[in-house]
T-cell receptor, first 112, second 111 residues
């Protein structure tokens, strides 16, 4: 599992509240990613990071921000959660020696 | 976007081979072809990947067309544990190895 953990694993919140999801990795990987997955759909990239303090947008970045102050942690923040952000969020890393992405267990977020 | 096209669903009998097709006509020379699968309530799991040549590992084989516009994931003997959604993905190396997922193929394995 490439040492990836996500917290929390489940969260229910109300519209308009801020939410932060955490991805933690233990193997010093440079690249980290946040995806969302909605029912009946594949994963869509929100943001990714290519190093400490280096981040870039993915295809569905509106309404989300990220931060990476340490190699091991990549945070995804919803400044003001909306019901359309109800989804399952997956974190991933790239193992460059094999050009392979490994995914965390996911966080199920419900915005009421 | 580096798009792929897969059938929405396929069925296979247990212990028979399964060939899962993928079209990727917009692939560029440096894009890798990856296959992942996803079981219910889990994150995607790496299956196999390749660039130009056919690849084999303990899970599956990947057959890549000579023009690289299509590929086929081959499960040699399907088991019930292989029932999952299979995603064919192109990784675009000059954009931080971004993955573009489609909707995948839902594989049903019939006992």
């Amino acid at each position: 599992d490439a040492g990836i953990t996500q917290s929390p694993r489940h969260k229910v919140t109300e519209t308009g509240t801020p939410v932060t999801l955490r991805c933690h990795q233990t193997e010093n990987h440079r690249y980290m990613y946040w995806y969302r997955q909605d029912p009946g759909h594949g994963l869509r990239l929100i943001h990714y990071s290519y190093g400490v303090k280096d981040t870039d947008k993915g295809e569905v970045s509106d309404g989300y921000s990220v931060s990476r102050s340490k190699t091991e942690d990549f945070l995804l923040t919803l400044e003001s959660a909306t019901s359309s952000q109800t989804s399952v969020y997956f974190c991933a890393i790239t193992e460059w020696s094999t050009d392979t992405q490994y995914f965390g267990p996911g966080t199920r977020l419900t915005v009421l | 976007d580096a798009k792929t096209t897969q059938p929405n669903s396929m069925e296979s009998n247990e212990e028979e081979p399964v060939h899962l097709p993928c079209n990727h006509s917009t692939i560029s020379g440096t894009d890798y072809i990856h296959w992942y699968r996803q079981l219910p309530s889990q994150g995607p799991e790496y299956v196999i990947h390749g660039l130009t040549s056919n690849v084999n590992n303990r899970m599956a084989s990947l057959a890549i067309a000579e023009d690289r516009k299509s590929s086929t994931l081959i499960l040699h003997r399907a088991t019930l544990r292989d029932a999952a959604v299979y995603y064919c993905i192109l990784s675009v190396s000059n954009t931080g190895n971004q993955f573009y997922f489609g909707t995948g193929t839902s594989l049903t394995v019939i006992p």
